[in-house]
T-cell receptor, first 112, second 111 residues
Framework: ETGVTQSPTHLIKTRGQQVTLRCSSQ?????VSWYQQALGQGPQFIFQYYREEENGRGNFPPRFSGLQFPNYSSELNVNALELDDSALYLCASSLYSENEQFFGPGTRLTVL | DQQVKQNSPSLSVQEGRISILNCDYT??????FLWYKKYPAEGPTFLIS?????DKNEDGRFTVFLNKSAKHLSLHIVPSQPGDSAVYFC??????????FGTGTSLTVIP
């Protein structure tokens, strides 16, 4: 059974640029959630995707967008990057009917 | 507004003793609670959960207690082992949709 993987591991961007982060769900999982974890904070829910549709969204602006593909892998896109977007971005997969989420190792984004 | 709070940023415990990690929440609609453990450079790993219909759930050395009237849950680890040293996050959700995480407690188990 393959766990949740994320790419890239680290990324450095400059303010105003756009970034795409990728996540492959654990085998058999149909739901993916994205979280932002700033330094010293807990993960903050960005949004969740189920069957390629957004299924819930946290308090993040529209420049944070996502996609889920038929194979349940997912992308997180952030436009017009700001310095405060610097954080660890975590992807978690689950079965829609289950509460337990399995996290990937995260992508560390630095915005300069 | 932080709906899940872990007021102790860090905790040190001797090996073999009990570790107690605490978590408070404000939303009375939360009905499912989880604890995650996180090592550096890794994503959080699920540890144990409890639904609001229970007040205790046990899994080996780990026990989670839920006090709904106080909106408080705690994680007990006994006996504590050096390998338990990590950051522990509690999380809560309403109907399993959006999960709210606390800020974490860094546990150090001293050999």
């Amino acid at each position: 059974e393959t766990g949740v993987t994320q790419s890239p591991t680290h990324l450095i961007k400059t303010r105003g640029q756009q970034v795409t982060l990728r996540c492959s769900s654990q085998s058999g999982h149909n739901t993916v959630s994205w979280y932002q974890q700033a330094l010293g904070q807990g993960p903050q829910f960005i949004f969740q995707y189920y069957r390629e549709e957004e299924n819930g969204r946290g308090n993040f602006p529209p420049r944070f967008s996502g996609l889920q593909f038929p194979n349940y892998s997912s992308e997180l896109n952030v436009n017009a990057l700001e310095l405060d977007d610097s954080a660890l971005y975590l992807c978690a997969s689950s079965l829609y009917s289950e509460n337990e989420q399995f996290f990937g190792p995260g992508t560390r984004l630095t915005v300069l | 507004d932080q709906q899940v709070k872990q007021n102790s940023p860090s905790l040190s415990v001797q090996e073999g003793r009990i570790s107690i990690l605490n978590c408070d929440y404000t939303n009375s609609m939360f009905d499912y609670f989880l604890w995650y453990k996180k090592y550096p450079a890794e994503g959080p790993t699920f540890l144990i959960s409890i639904s609001s219909i229970k007040d205790k759930n046990e899994d080996g050395r780990f026990t989670v207690f839920l006090n709904k009237s106080a909106k408080h849950l705690s994680l007990h680890i006994v006996p504590s082992q050096p390998g338990d040293s990590a950051v522990y996050f509690c999380a809560a959700s309403e109907a399993g949709n959006q999960f709210y995480f606390g800020t974490g407690t860094s546990l150090t188990v001293i050999p």
